[in-house]
């Protein structure tokens, strides 16, 4: 077996044997389940699903807040108005807590999640875009091709992976989802969303939702881009929105081809 290794890699080394070629990742698509009624005020940056309701966090500066909404009803169960000298990001939950970003600041708040009652802040190098988890971190955006991975006690960074398709960086990441052990981000000012292996960075898939812009009424040209993933785990139920679009929608995955 070593002797088959050192030949193997000597071919290699002469270019006797063309190493494989990576290839782009399998692009897919989706159908619509169903949609919901969503604020057309609400420039979205953070999304999440907990206990029947859509948790959302706005941006630009003065017009950022953070809230709880019924995603039946559409009715706002709560809502807490940013400080205007900070432009919202992205949110996760955490047990009892609601982490947030802001984009420039290079400052996080934390927040009880029923109350909304602020109890903490944190600091990080850079800018903030989205947040997600899964069960045992929080995950980070910065806009770059990087994603930071970070201890949701502390809130200190522990690592970081740097996202590529095809072996090139895929930069932009905004706003992120942790779905079935697969890391989801939306590429900002793109129609796609990005499946991402977190062990090793590498885009899996890609999810293209091109045809939710007319759905939705909206053009994606401007301020009125794709971005928000929500996941209602015990429901299985993906959830999709862009920034001030009218509406959210519940879509079910199809198969990638190449």
């Not at 897919?28 to 919901?36: A, E, I, L, M, P």
């Amino acid at each position: 077996m070593r002797l088959a290794g050192l030949l193997l890699c000597a071919a290699l080394c002469l270019g006797l044997i063309a190493p494989a070629e990576a290839a782009p990742a399998p692009v897919g698509g989706y159908t619509v389940v169903r949609s919901y009624a969503h604020d057309t005020g609400a420039f979205t940056e953070g999304l999440f699903y907990r206990d029947g309701f859509i948790f959302e966090s706005t941006g630009l500066a003065g017009r950022s807040f953070i809230r709880k909404w019924n995603l039946e009803t559409g009715a706002v169960e709560q809502e807490r108005l940013i400080d205007s000298r900070y432009f919202g990001e992205g949110i996760v939950d955490w047990k009892n807590r609601l982490y947030e970003l802001t984009w420039t600041n290079q400052l996080g708040f934390i927040y009880d999640i029923d109350s909304f009652e602020k109890v903490g802040e944190f600091s990080y190098p850079g800018e903030g875009w989205a947040l997600t988890r899964d069960d045992k971190r929080l995950i980070m955006s910065d806009g770059t091709a990087f994603i930071r991975f970070l201890d949701p006690d502390t809130l200190k960074e522990t690592g970081r992976i740097e996202v590529t398709d095809d072996g090139a960086p895929v930069r932009n990441l905004n706003e992120l989802e942790w779905v079935k052990g697969e890391l989801l981000a939306n590429v900002w000012q793109t129609t796609r969303i990005a499946r991402i292996d977190v062990k090793t960075g590498k885009v899996l898939g890609w999810i293209e939702l091109g045809g939710l812009l007319k759905e939705a009424g909206v053009t994606g040209q401007r301020d009125d881009v794709l971005n928000g993933i929500a996941y209602d785990a015990a429901g299985d139920r993906l959830f999709v929105t862009g920034k001030l679009w009218p509406k959210l929608f519940e879509i079910k995955l199809t198969s990638s081809v190449r």
